[in-house]
């Protein structure tokens, strides 16, 4: 299983990672990752071939409405990302460092983009996403996370065991 943080991992961060069950812990500068923002930045970022994953899109949405709610994601944008092999992102430090009322909206939100992801087969991934060895969570805990978002168990797996994609050289 593998965990995704903000930093460059030092010998600390990647003990921790031996620790709570991980092969391997990855840098947010050794793959691409953009945050999510509003829904044109996130339209911007998924259509980007080079970005890897797509962090949080629901970072930045707006107030939601009576009968949906504003996710930062829908599915003309998971198809774009399924497309360019965009993976969504799923990060625990987000919602660890918010509020009662505002974590509640975060999980909703949150559960909406799985389903929108699953439906659309766009690749998922849960991580850590810390900035420190003390938002650092175990393998256990971010598949029971994944879970409570709604994933299977075999989604959940496969959500911390994503692997970059392989760029793929044509002759002309």
Known sequence: MIDIVKIVPDKLML?????????????????????????????????????DILMNPELKSYKDKLHYRNSGLNHILAKIATDNDVAIGFGFSYLLNSNNVERARIIGRMKQNVRICRKSKTKMV???YASSPQEMRGAKDLLAFARVLGMTGGEAKKAL??????KKVREL
Do not use: L, M, P, T
């Open 15 to 51: 003990a921790y990672g031996k620790e709570f069950g991980f092969s391997s812990v990855i840098g947010s500068k050794n793959i691409v990752i953009k945050q999510g923002g509003s829904e044109q930045q996130n339209r911007g970022n998924v259509s980007d071939k080079n970005v």
């Open 126 to 128: 849960v991580c850590s």
């Open 161 to 166: 065991n994503w692997k970059r994609r392989e």
